[in-house]
Protein backbone atom coordinates (compact mmCIF):
# COMPACT_ATOMS: atom_id res chain seq x y z
CA UNK A 1 0.00 0.00 0.00
CA UNK A 2 1.08 3.51 -0.88
CA UNK A 3 2.65 5.45 1.80
CA UNK A 4 1.05 9.33 2.16
CA UNK A 5 2.48 11.75 4.56
CA UNK A 6 1.52 15.04 4.62
CA UNK A 7 4.96 17.98 5.51
CA UNK A 8 2.14 20.68 5.87
CA UNK A 9 -1.19 21.79 5.22
CA UNK A 10 -2.52 23.98 2.63
CA UNK A 11 -3.16 27.31 3.04
CA UNK A 12 -5.76 29.03 1.45
CA UNK A 13 -4.74 32.09 1.00
CA UNK A 14 -1.12 31.36 -0.29
CA UNK A 15 -0.11 32.20 -3.42
CA UNK A 16 2.13 29.96 -5.89
CA UNK A 17 5.68 29.73 -6.35
CA UNK A 18 7.09 31.81 -9.68
CA UNK A 19 8.12 28.94 -12.47
CA UNK A 20 11.80 26.91 -11.13
CA UNK A 21 12.98 27.86 -14.91
CA UNK A 22 15.21 30.64 -14.42
CA UNK A 23 14.77 32.22 -17.75
CA UNK A 24 17.78 33.93 -18.63
CA UNK A 25 20.17 31.12 -17.69
CA UNK A 26 18.04 27.98 -19.36
CA UNK A 27 20.35 25.11 -21.03
CA UNK A 28 20.03 21.73 -22.55
CA UNK A 29 21.02 18.55 -21.57
CA UNK A 30 20.64 15.19 -23.68
CA UNK A 31 17.89 17.39 -25.58
CA UNK A 32 15.80 18.20 -22.20
CA UNK A 33 15.17 21.54 -21.16
CA UNK A 34 16.69 22.31 -17.83
CA UNK A 35 15.67 25.48 -15.80
CA UNK A 36 16.80 27.11 -12.61
CA UNK A 37 20.30 27.08 -11.70
CA UNK A 38 20.95 24.01 -14.09
CA UNK A 39 23.41 26.07 -16.25
CA UNK A 40 27.07 27.71 -14.82
CA UNK A 41 29.13 27.04 -12.03
CA UNK A 42 27.78 26.97 -8.32
CA UNK A 43 29.58 29.28 -6.13
CA UNK A 44 33.61 28.61 -5.56
CA UNK A 45 33.64 27.74 -1.96
CA UNK A 46 36.48 25.86 0.42
CA UNK A 47 34.05 22.71 -0.19
CA UNK A 48 33.14 23.69 -3.83
CA UNK A 49 36.75 24.87 -4.90
CA UNK A 50 35.72 25.32 -8.97
CA UNK A 51 32.40 26.29 -8.52
CA UNK A 52 30.52 22.29 -9.05
CA UNK A 53 27.66 20.75 -6.54
CA UNK A 54 29.81 19.98 -3.89
CA UNK A 55 29.40 17.32 -2.18
CA UNK A 56 27.17 15.46 -5.01
CA UNK A 57 27.55 11.44 -5.47
CA UNK A 58 27.38 11.36 -9.60
CA UNK A 59 28.52 8.13 -9.74
CA UNK A 60 25.38 6.89 -7.72
CA UNK A 61 22.70 5.06 -9.82
CA UNK A 62 20.37 7.15 -10.93
CA UNK A 63 16.70 5.52 -11.72
CA UNK A 64 14.75 7.10 -14.82
CA UNK A 65 12.59 10.55 -14.21
CA UNK A 66 9.01 9.45 -14.10
CA UNK A 67 7.11 9.24 -16.95
CA UNK A 68 4.38 11.83 -16.51
CA UNK A 69 2.88 14.35 -18.70
CA UNK A 70 1.01 17.34 -19.17
CA UNK A 71 -2.59 16.55 -17.60
CA UNK A 72 -1.34 13.79 -14.79
CA UNK A 73 -2.91 14.48 -11.50
CA UNK A 74 -1.03 13.51 -8.38
CA UNK A 75 -3.44 12.58 -4.96
CA UNK A 76 -6.63 13.41 -7.58
CA UNK A 77 -5.60 17.28 -6.62
CA UNK A 78 -2.66 18.85 -8.35
CA UNK A 79 -2.81 19.03 -12.31
CA UNK A 80 0.88 18.67 -13.88
CA UNK A 81 0.71 21.42 -16.49
CA UNK A 82 4.61 22.07 -17.57
CA UNK A 83 7.57 20.39 -17.00
CA UNK A 84 10.39 22.99 -16.06
CA UNK A 85 13.05 21.17 -15.11
CA UNK A 86 14.37 17.27 -16.29
CA UNK A 87 17.43 16.40 -14.60
CA UNK A 88 19.31 13.71 -12.28
CA UNK A 89 16.23 11.41 -12.37
CA UNK A 90 13.56 14.05 -11.39
CA UNK A 91 11.60 16.79 -12.95
CA UNK A 92 9.71 20.01 -11.23
CA UNK A 93 6.15 21.37 -12.78
CA UNK A 94 3.89 24.00 -13.05
CA UNK A 95 1.04 22.60 -11.97
CA UNK A 96 -2.79 23.50 -10.59
CA UNK A 97 -4.48 22.93 -7.20
CA UNK A 98 -7.61 21.87 -8.42
CA UNK A 99 -9.27 22.09 -4.62
CA UNK A 100 -8.00 25.33 -3.90
CA UNK A 101 -8.01 26.62 -7.27
CA UNK A 102 -4.14 28.18 -7.39
CA UNK A 103 -1.34 27.62 -8.84
CA UNK A 104 1.66 25.46 -7.10
CA UNK A 105 4.98 24.27 -8.46
CA UNK A 106 5.70 19.99 -7.66
CA UNK A 107 9.20 18.56 -7.56
CA UNK A 108 8.55 14.46 -8.57
CA UNK A 109 10.77 12.05 -8.10
CA UNK A 110 10.82 8.30 -8.07
CA UNK A 111 10.35 6.43 -4.89
CA UNK A 112 13.55 4.00 -5.28
CA UNK A 113 15.92 7.93 -6.23
CA UNK A 114 18.72 7.26 -3.66
CA UNK A 115 17.86 11.14 -3.14
CA UNK A 116 13.84 10.44 -2.01
CA UNK A 117 14.27 9.90 1.63
CA UNK A 118 16.22 12.81 2.07
CA UNK A 119 14.50 15.14 -0.18
CA UNK A 120 11.06 14.31 2.28
CA UNK A 121 12.95 15.29 5.05
CA UNK A 122 14.17 18.58 3.79
CA UNK A 123 11.05 19.26 2.61
CA UNK A 124 9.15 18.50 5.90
CA UNK A 125 11.74 20.33 8.02
CA UNK A 126 11.29 23.36 5.78
CA UNK A 127 7.57 22.98 6.43
CA UNK A 128 8.05 23.40 10.10
CA UNK A 129 9.51 26.73 9.62
CA UNK A 130 7.07 28.69 8.58
CA UNK A 131 9.01 32.01 7.98
CA UNK A 132 6.90 33.97 5.17
CA UNK A 133 10.47 35.02 3.55
CA UNK A 134 10.84 31.61 1.86
CA UNK A 135 8.88 29.95 -0.16
CA UNK A 136 6.50 27.65 1.27
CA UNK A 137 6.23 24.08 1.49
CA UNK A 138 2.45 22.75 1.13
CA UNK A 139 3.10 18.99 0.85
CA UNK A 140 5.19 16.60 1.41
CA UNK A 141 4.27 12.88 0.00
CA UNK A 142 4.99 9.80 -0.94
CA UNK A 143 2.47 7.95 -3.00
CA UNK A 144 2.29 5.17 -6.10
CA UNK A 145 6.03 4.87 -6.28
CA UNK A 146 6.36 8.23 -6.45
CA UNK A 147 7.71 11.33 -4.11
CA UNK A 148 6.28 14.55 -4.59
CA UNK A 149 6.79 17.84 -3.03
CA UNK A 150 4.63 21.02 -3.66
CA UNK A 151 5.25 24.20 -3.27
CA UNK A 152 4.40 28.09 -3.29
CA UNK A 153 4.28 29.61 -6.87
CA UNK A 154 4.59 33.66 -7.46
CA UNK A 155 4.18 34.25 -11.04
CA UNK A 156 3.80 38.13 -9.84
CA UNK A 157 7.47 37.92 -8.55
CA UNK A 158 10.80 38.63 -10.69
CA UNK A 159 13.94 35.93 -10.18
CA UNK A 160 17.06 37.96 -9.28
CA UNK A 161 18.52 36.34 -12.68
CA UNK A 162 16.39 38.39 -14.75
CA UNK A 163 16.96 41.45 -12.46
CA UNK A 164 20.95 41.27 -12.62
CA UNK A 165 20.34 40.59 -16.70
CA UNK A 166 18.79 44.48 -16.90
CA UNK A 167 22.07 45.88 -14.81
CA UNK A 168 23.79 46.48 -11.55
CA UNK A 169 21.39 47.26 -8.93
CA UNK A 170 21.70 50.87 -7.62
CA UNK A 171 23.05 51.05 -3.94
CA UNK A 172 19.66 50.92 -1.98
CA UNK A 173 18.44 47.91 -3.75
CA UNK A 174 21.58 46.01 -2.84
CA UNK A 175 21.86 47.28 0.78
CA UNK A 176 18.07 45.47 0.87
CA UNK A 177 18.87 42.76 -0.81
CA UNK A 178 21.42 41.74 1.09
CA UNK A 179 19.75 42.77 4.54
CA UNK A 180 16.86 40.75 3.97
CA UNK A 181 18.46 37.67 2.74
CA UNK A 182 21.16 37.14 5.61
CA UNK A 183 18.46 38.20 8.07
CA UNK A 184 16.62 35.77 6.18
CA UNK A 185 18.88 32.99 6.50
CA UNK A 186 19.71 33.62 9.96
CA UNK A 187 16.33 32.86 10.77
CA UNK A 188 16.58 29.11 9.00
CA UNK A 189 19.79 28.59 10.60
CA UNK A 190 18.69 28.97 13.93
CA UNK A 191 16.21 26.63 14.04
CA UNK A 192 19.07 24.07 12.10
CA UNK A 193 18.11 24.17 8.07
CA UNK A 194 20.69 25.65 5.73
CA UNK A 195 20.13 26.18 1.96
CA UNK A 196 23.45 25.15 0.24
CA UNK A 197 22.45 26.11 -3.21
CA UNK A 198 21.48 29.72 -3.09
CA UNK A 199 22.02 31.23 -6.11
CA UNK A 200 20.32 34.09 -8.55
CA UNK A 201 17.75 31.23 -8.98
CA UNK A 202 16.35 31.02 -6.21
CA UNK A 203 15.89 34.98 -5.17
CA UNK A 204 12.89 36.41 -5.97
CA UNK A 205 11.23 39.87 -5.66
CA UNK A 206 8.55 40.92 -5.30
CA UNK A 207 6.39 43.66 -6.66
CA UNK A 208 6.57 45.42 -3.03
CA UNK A 209 10.34 44.95 -2.99
CA UNK A 210 10.28 42.16 -0.38
CA UNK A 211 12.67 39.50 -1.70
CA UNK A 212 11.68 35.67 -1.23
CA UNK A 213 13.93 32.73 -0.76
CA UNK A 214 13.05 29.24 -2.78
CA UNK A 215 14.04 25.91 -2.43
CA UNK A 216 15.63 26.05 1.24
CA UNK A 217 17.08 22.37 1.91
CA UNK A 218 14.92 21.29 -0.82
CA UNK A 219 17.02 22.23 -3.53
CA UNK A 220 20.18 20.76 -2.18
CA UNK A 221 18.94 17.46 -1.76
CA UNK A 222 17.17 17.46 -4.91
CA UNK A 223 21.09 17.36 -6.43
CA UNK A 224 22.57 15.97 -3.56
CA UNK A 225 24.76 18.32 -2.23
CA UNK A 226 26.05 18.61 1.33
CA UNK A 227 28.80 20.73 3.32
CA UNK A 228 31.03 20.14 5.98
CA UNK A 229 30.44 23.83 6.71
CA UNK A 230 27.09 24.87 5.56
CA UNK A 231 26.77 27.92 7.77
CA UNK A 232 30.20 29.54 5.65
CA UNK A 233 28.99 28.36 2.50
CA UNK A 234 25.36 29.64 2.81
CA UNK A 235 27.28 33.71 3.94
CA UNK A 236 29.55 33.02 0.97
CA UNK A 237 26.20 32.45 -1.63
CA UNK A 238 24.88 35.80 0.01
CA UNK A 239 28.16 37.15 -0.40
CA UNK A 240 28.80 36.71 -4.06
CA UNK A 241 24.78 37.48 -4.20
CA UNK A 242 25.61 40.99 -3.42
CA UNK A 243 28.59 40.97 -5.34
CA UNK A 244 27.02 40.43 -8.60
CA UNK A 245 24.23 42.95 -7.82
CA UNK A 246 26.83 45.61 -7.52
CA UNK A 247 28.90 44.98 -10.36
CA UNK A 248 26.91 42.74 -13.08
CA UNK A 249 29.93 40.26 -12.21
CA UNK A 250 30.12 36.62 -10.83
CA UNK A 251 32.95 36.74 -8.04
CA UNK A 252 34.58 33.68 -9.64
CA UNK A 253 36.31 32.77 -13.01
CA UNK A 254 33.61 30.84 -14.62
CA UNK A 255 30.36 32.32 -16.11
CA UNK A 256 27.73 30.99 -14.65
CA UNK A 257 23.68 32.88 -14.49
CA UNK A 258 23.85 34.70 -17.20
CA UNK A 259 26.78 36.71 -15.56
CA UNK A 260 30.58 37.04 -16.92
CA UNK A 261 33.07 35.75 -14.56
CA UNK A 262 36.08 37.78 -13.09
CA UNK A 263 39.19 37.88 -15.63
CA UNK A 264 41.52 34.93 -15.18
CA UNK A 265 43.89 35.04 -13.14
CA UNK A 266 43.82 38.18 -11.33
CA UNK A 267 41.66 36.21 -7.94
CA UNK A 268 39.27 38.08 -6.22
CA UNK A 269 38.55 41.69 -6.48
CA UNK A 270 36.90 44.46 -4.87
CA UNK A 271 33.61 45.50 -6.56
CA UNK A 272 34.61 49.44 -6.05
CA UNK A 273 37.49 47.85 -8.21
CA UNK A 274 35.83 46.68 -10.79
CA UNK A 275 33.02 48.93 -11.55
CA UNK A 276 33.30 52.92 -10.70
CA UNK A 277 30.69 54.16 -8.00
CA UNK A 278 30.38 51.28 -6.28
CA UNK A 279 29.22 52.12 -2.54
CA UNK A 280 32.14 51.49 -0.48
CA UNK A 281 30.55 50.20 2.46
CA UNK A 282 28.54 47.63 0.53
CA UNK A 283 31.89 46.72 -1.58
CA UNK A 284 33.63 45.94 1.83
CA UNK A 285 30.61 44.12 2.86
CA UNK A 286 30.70 41.50 -0.45
CA UNK A 287 34.64 40.92 0.82
CA UNK A 288 33.75 40.21 4.09
CA UNK A 289 31.17 37.40 3.60
CA UNK A 290 33.34 36.05 0.28
CA UNK A 291 36.32 35.69 3.44
CA UNK A 292 39.11 37.18 0.64
CA UNK A 293 42.37 37.43 3.35
CA UNK A 294 44.08 39.79 1.04
CA UNK A 295 41.01 42.29 0.93
CA UNK A 296 40.21 41.84 4.81
CA UNK A 297 43.73 42.34 5.74
CA UNK A 298 44.00 46.06 3.57
CA UNK A 299 40.68 47.22 5.13
CA UNK A 300 40.82 45.53 8.69
CA UNK A 301 37.23 44.00 8.70
CA UNK A 302 37.06 40.30 10.23
CA UNK A 303 35.32 38.12 8.06
CA UNK A 304 31.84 37.02 8.16
CA UNK A 305 31.56 33.50 7.94
CA UNK A 306 28.04 33.20 9.37
CA UNK A 307 24.43 34.47 8.27
CA UNK A 308 24.46 36.17 11.66
CA UNK A 309 27.52 38.08 11.72
CA UNK A 310 26.88 39.17 7.91
CA UNK A 311 23.11 40.32 9.59
CA UNK A 312 24.92 42.20 12.03
CA UNK A 313 27.25 43.80 9.66
CA UNK A 314 24.65 44.98 7.65
CA UNK A 315 22.75 46.35 10.50
CA UNK A 316 26.11 48.44 11.96
CA UNK A 317 26.63 50.31 8.43
CA UNK A 318 24.88 53.34 7.85
CA UNK A 319 21.05 52.66 6.51
CA UNK A 320 21.79 53.14 2.76
CA UNK A 321 18.59 55.79 1.40
CA UNK A 322 16.55 55.32 -1.70
CA UNK A 323 17.50 57.75 -4.69
CA UNK A 324 16.15 61.20 -4.73
CA UNK A 325 13.03 61.01 -6.98
CA UNK A 326 14.06 63.30 -10.20
CA UNK A 327 11.36 65.49 -11.66
CA UNK A 328 11.15 66.83 -15.39
CA UNK A 329 12.14 70.38 -15.92
CA UNK A 330 9.49 72.96 -15.86
CA UNK A 331 8.98 74.60 -18.83
CA UNK A 332 10.25 78.38 -18.97
CA UNK A 333 7.39 80.71 -19.00
CA UNK A 334 7.73 83.46 -21.55
CA UNK A 335 5.91 86.62 -20.82
CA UNK A 336 3.56 87.36 -23.94
CA UNK A 337 4.45 90.29 -25.82
CA UNK A 338 1.88 93.01 -26.57
CA UNK A 339 1.33 95.47 -29.12
CA UNK A 340 1.79 99.07 -28.35
CA UNK A 341 -1.12 100.73 -29.31
CA UNK A 342 -1.93 104.16 -29.16
CA UNK A 343 -5.44 105.37 -28.36
CA UNK A 344 -7.21 108.88 -29.10
CA UNK A 345 -9.72 110.57 -27.56
CA UNK A 346 -12.92 110.18 -29.85
CA UNK A 347 -11.69 106.90 -30.98
CA UNK A 348 -13.63 104.89 -28.30
CA UNK A 349 -10.78 102.19 -27.61
CA UNK A 350 -10.09 101.92 -31.16
CA UNK A 351 -6.37 101.92 -32.70
CA UNK A 352 -5.91 105.07 -34.04
CA UNK A 353 -5.32 104.76 -37.89
CA UNK A 354 -2.48 107.74 -38.09
CA UNK A 355 1.37 107.53 -36.57
CA UNK A 356 1.34 108.14 -32.67
CA UNK A 357 4.46 111.10 -33.89
CA UNK A 358 1.56 112.63 -35.57
CA UNK A 359 -0.46 115.37 -33.40
CA UNK A 360 -3.98 115.17 -33.34
CA UNK A 361 -5.98 118.14 -33.53
CA UNK A 362 -7.71 119.14 -30.08
CA UNK A 363 -11.58 119.71 -30.70
CA UNK A 364 -13.10 122.63 -28.84
CA UNK A 365 -15.71 121.42 -26.30
CA UNK A 366 -19.37 122.46 -27.05
CA UNK A 367 -20.60 124.95 -24.15
CA UNK A 368 -23.35 122.89 -21.38
CA UNK A 369 -26.54 123.46 -21.77
CA UNK A 370 -28.02 125.47 -19.30
CA UNK A 371 -29.39 123.28 -16.66
CA UNK A 372 -33.30 123.41 -16.28
CA UNK A 373 -35.86 122.90 -13.42
CA UNK A 374 -36.28 119.17 -14.21
CA UNK A 375 -32.79 118.25 -14.17
CA UNK A 376 -32.43 120.17 -10.38
CA UNK A 377 -35.60 117.77 -9.19
CA UNK A 378 -34.14 114.86 -10.34
CA UNK A 379 -30.33 115.49 -8.99
CA UNK A 380 -31.98 116.27 -5.57
CA UNK A 381 -34.10 113.26 -5.74
CA UNK A 382 -31.09 110.91 -6.67
CA UNK A 383 -28.99 112.22 -3.58
CA UNK A 384 -31.92 111.53 -1.35
CA UNK A 385 -32.00 108.04 -2.41
CA UNK A 386 -28.09 107.77 -1.80
CA UNK A 387 -28.38 108.96 1.64
CA UNK A 388 -31.38 106.44 2.84
CA UNK A 389 -29.53 103.86 1.34
CA UNK A 390 -26.43 104.86 2.99
CA UNK A 391 -28.36 105.08 6.47
CA UNK A 392 -29.61 101.44 5.69
CA UNK A 393 -26.29 99.91 5.00
CA UNK A 394 -25.08 101.98 8.36
CA UNK A 395 -27.26 99.83 10.39
CA UNK A 396 -26.82 96.55 8.94
CA UNK A 397 -22.98 97.18 9.85
CA UNK A 398 -23.61 98.27 13.27
CA UNK A 399 -25.88 94.58 13.73
CA UNK A 400 -22.61 92.98 12.27
CA UNK A 401 -20.24 93.95 14.49
CA UNK A 402 -23.04 93.86 17.52
CA UNK A 403 -22.69 90.11 16.40
CA UNK A 404 -18.94 89.76 16.20
CA UNK A 405 -19.30 91.23 19.58
CA UNK A 406 -21.07 88.34 21.67
CA UNK A 407 -18.28 86.06 19.97
CA UNK A 408 -15.62 87.93 21.50
CA UNK A 409 -13.89 87.21 24.92
CA UNK A 410 -13.41 90.10 27.71
CA UNK A 411 -10.09 91.60 26.38
CA UNK A 412 -12.32 92.02 22.47
CA UNK A 413 -10.76 89.11 21.06
CA UNK A 414 -12.86 87.23 18.62
CA UNK A 415 -13.50 83.61 19.16
CA UNK A 416 -13.83 81.41 16.82
CA UNK A 417 -16.61 79.41 16.01
CA UNK A 418 -16.59 75.76 16.16
CA UNK A 419 -16.51 75.26 12.11
CA UNK A 420 -13.86 78.23 12.07
CA UNK A 421 -11.77 76.03 14.69
CA UNK A 422 -8.45 74.34 13.09
CA UNK A 423 -7.89 70.64 12.55
CA UNK A 424 -5.79 69.36 15.34
CA UNK A 425 -2.02 68.67 13.60
CA UNK A 426 -1.59 64.62 12.59
CA UNK A 427 -0.02 62.54 14.85
CA UNK A 428 3.66 62.42 14.58
CA UNK A 429 6.24 59.55 15.46
CA UNK A 430 7.97 59.21 18.69
CA UNK A 431 11.06 58.10 19.64
CA UNK A 432 11.01 54.82 21.29
CA UNK A 433 14.34 54.29 23.48
CA UNK A 434 13.95 50.52 24.10
CA UNK A 435 11.87 47.74 24.12
CA UNK A 436 11.54 44.53 26.12
CA UNK A 437 9.90 40.70 25.83
CA UNK A 438 6.61 41.04 27.71
CA UNK A 439 7.32 37.95 30.17
CA UNK A 440 4.25 37.98 33.05
CA UNK A 441 5.05 34.13 34.09
CA UNK A 442 8.79 35.21 34.28
CA UNK A 443 9.84 33.37 31.15
CA UNK A 444 11.01 34.64 27.95
CA UNK A 445 10.67 33.80 24.45
CA UNK A 446 13.21 35.10 22.28
CA UNK A 447 14.67 38.13 23.85
CA UNK A 448 17.53 38.72 21.67
CA UNK A 449 15.30 39.50 18.57
CA UNK A 450 13.26 42.07 20.75
CA UNK A 451 15.08 45.35 18.81
CA UNK A 452 14.04 43.61 15.52
CA UNK A 453 10.45 45.20 16.44
CA UNK A 454 11.72 49.02 16.63
CA UNK A 455 14.64 49.08 13.96
CA UNK A 456 12.01 50.44 11.06
CA UNK A 457 13.05 47.48 8.79
CA UNK A 458 10.03 45.14 8.29
CA UNK A 459 11.82 42.48 7.11
CA UNK A 460 13.41 41.58 10.45
CA UNK A 461 10.91 40.17 13.47
CA UNK A 462 10.35 38.91 17.01
CA UNK A 463 8.98 35.69 16.09
CA UNK A 464 7.87 33.32 18.73
CA UNK A 465 8.34 29.68 18.28
CA UNK A 466 5.95 27.11 16.98
CA UNK A 467 3.29 25.83 19.45
CA UNK A 468 1.58 22.62 19.18
CA UNK A 469 -2.30 21.56 19.99
CA UNK A 470 -3.52 24.67 21.26
CA UNK A 471 -3.56 28.78 19.89
CA UNK A 472 -3.31 29.75 23.64
CA UNK A 473 0.88 29.26 23.29
CA UNK A 474 0.81 25.96 23.64
CA UNK A 475 -1.25 25.85 26.96
CA UNK A 476 2.07 26.02 28.52
CA UNK A 477 1.54 26.62 32.28
CA UNK A 478 4.47 29.55 31.46
CA UNK A 479 2.38 30.88 28.67
CA UNK A 480 -1.10 31.30 30.41
CA UNK A 481 -1.08 35.51 29.92
CA UNK A 482 0.66 35.18 26.75
CA UNK A 483 3.51 37.46 25.87
CA UNK A 484 3.98 40.18 23.66
CA UNK A 485 6.38 43.72 23.59
CA UNK A 486 7.34 46.84 26.19
CA UNK A 487 8.10 49.94 24.33
CA UNK A 488 10.05 52.47 26.21
CA UNK A 489 9.69 55.85 25.11
CA UNK A 490 11.80 57.32 27.59
CA UNK A 491 9.76 59.68 29.53
CA UNK A 492 5.67 60.23 30.02
CA UNK A 493 4.63 61.53 26.54
CA UNK A 494 1.08 62.14 25.14
CA UNK A 495 -0.22 58.91 22.57
CA UNK A 496 -2.51 59.44 20.36
CA UNK A 497 -2.09 56.74 18.09
CA UNK A 498 -0.29 53.33 17.44
CA UNK A 499 0.68 51.22 14.28
CA UNK A 500 2.18 48.08 14.54
CA UNK A 501 3.08 45.61 11.49
CA UNK A 502 2.47 42.11 13.07
CA UNK A 503 4.74 38.92 11.88
CA UNK A 504 1.47 37.21 10.32
CA UNK A 505 -2.69 38.01 10.27
CA UNK A 506 -4.86 36.09 12.71
CA UNK A 507 -3.21 36.99 16.43
CA UNK A 508 -5.59 37.79 19.52
CA UNK A 509 -3.56 41.05 20.51
CA UNK A 510 -4.65 44.23 22.75
CA UNK A 511 -2.45 47.63 23.32
CA UNK A 512 -2.17 48.67 27.07
CA UNK A 513 -0.72 52.19 28.35
CA UNK A 514 1.15 52.35 31.91
CA UNK A 515 0.46 54.86 34.30
CA UNK A 516 2.29 58.16 34.08
CA UNK A 517 4.03 57.35 37.41
CA UNK A 518 5.02 53.38 36.39
CA UNK A 519 8.67 52.70 36.78
CA UNK A 520 9.67 49.17 34.87
CA UNK A 521 5.90 47.64 34.38
CA UNK A 522 6.04 43.83 33.97
CA UNK A 523 2.97 42.32 34.66
CA UNK A 524 -1.04 43.08 32.98
CA UNK A 525 -1.96 45.02 35.99
CA UNK A 526 0.72 47.70 35.64
CA UNK A 527 -1.18 48.73 32.62
CA UNK A 528 -4.42 49.85 33.44
CA UNK A 529 -5.10 52.09 30.17
CA UNK A 530 -6.56 50.54 27.30
CA UNK A 531 -5.69 51.86 24.11
CA UNK A 532 -6.89 49.43 21.70
CA UNK A 533 -9.16 46.68 23.04
CA UNK A 534 -8.61 42.71 22.75
CA UNK A 535 -9.18 41.93 19.10
CA UNK A 536 -8.09 39.19 16.23
CA UNK A 537 -5.10 42.05 14.61
CA UNK A 538 -5.00 41.68 10.50
CA UNK A 539 -1.48 42.27 9.37
CA UNK A 540 -1.27 45.77 10.34
CA UNK A 541 -2.90 46.85 14.08
CA UNK A 542 -3.85 50.59 13.96
CA UNK A 543 -5.70 52.65 16.01
CA UNK A 544 -5.91 56.50 16.26
CA UNK A 545 -7.12 57.48 19.67
CA UNK A 546 -10.05 60.38 20.23
CA UNK A 547 -8.12 61.70 23.62
CA UNK A 548 -4.34 61.13 23.97
CA UNK A 549 -2.85 58.84 26.75
CA UNK A 550 -0.19 59.93 29.36
CA UNK A 551 2.34 57.19 29.58
CA UNK A 552 5.88 56.25 28.70
CA UNK A 553 5.41 52.41 28.54
CA UNK A 554 2.92 50.85 25.79
CA UNK A 555 2.10 46.89 26.01
CA UNK A 556 1.12 45.09 23.22
CA UNK A 557 -0.01 41.90 24.29
CA UNK A 558 -0.28 38.70 22.34
CA UNK A 559 -2.49 36.31 23.57
CA UNK A 560 -3.77 33.91 21.07
CA UNK A 561 -1.93 32.63 17.85
CA UNK A 562 -2.69 31.89 14.67
CA UNK A 563 -2.22 28.48 13.06
CA UNK A 564 0.84 28.24 10.55
CA UNK A 565 -0.24 25.87 8.42
CA UNK A 566 1.48 22.69 9.98
CA UNK A 567 -0.96 22.09 12.66
CA UNK A 568 0.75 24.43 15.18
CA UNK A 569 1.03 28.02 15.58
CA UNK A 570 3.24 30.83 15.74
CA UNK A 571 3.10 34.97 15.85
CA UNK A 572 4.75 37.68 15.94
CA UNK A 573 5.79 41.24 15.42
CA UNK A 574 7.82 43.25 12.88
CA UNK A 575 7.65 46.37 13.77
CA UNK A 576 6.06 49.07 16.54
CA UNK A 577 5.52 52.89 15.48
CA UNK A 578 4.02 54.85 18.77
CA UNK A 579 2.27 58.43 17.42
CA UNK A 580 1.68 61.57 19.99
Not at 174 to 202: C, D, F, K, N
Request: contains cysteine; negative net charge; charged residues 25%.
Amino acid sequence: MAERSTAAVDVADNGGDEPLAAKADKATNDGTAQAEETEGASPETPENPKGHDGGRARSEAVPATPDVHSGHKLAERYRLEECVTRLDGFSSWRAVDEKLRRAVGVHLLPANHPRARSVLAAARSSALLGDPRFVQVLDAVEEDDLVYVVHEWLPDATELTALLAAGPMDAHDAYQLVSQLSHAMAAAHREGLTHLRLTPGAVLRSSTGQYRIRGLAVNAALRGITSERPLRQDTEAIGALLYAALTKRWPYESDAYGLSGLPKGMGLIAPDQVRAGVHRGLSELAMRALANDGATASRQEPPCTTPDELAKAVAAMPRVLPPEPTFAAQPVYQQPVYQRTTYQQGTYGRPSTHPSSVPQPVLAAPPAPLQSRTGRVLKWSVSALLIAALGLGSWQLAEILLDQRKGSDDTGVTQPTDDEKPAPAPPKPLTIADATEFMPDGSGIQPGDVPNTIDDDSSTAWVTPRYRGFAHFGNLPQRRQGSGIIVDLGKVQDVRSVDVDMYRSGQTTAVFAADPDASSPSSPTDFPQQIVKKTVAGKTLKEELEKPVRTRYVLIHITELPADGTGGYRGGINDISVLG
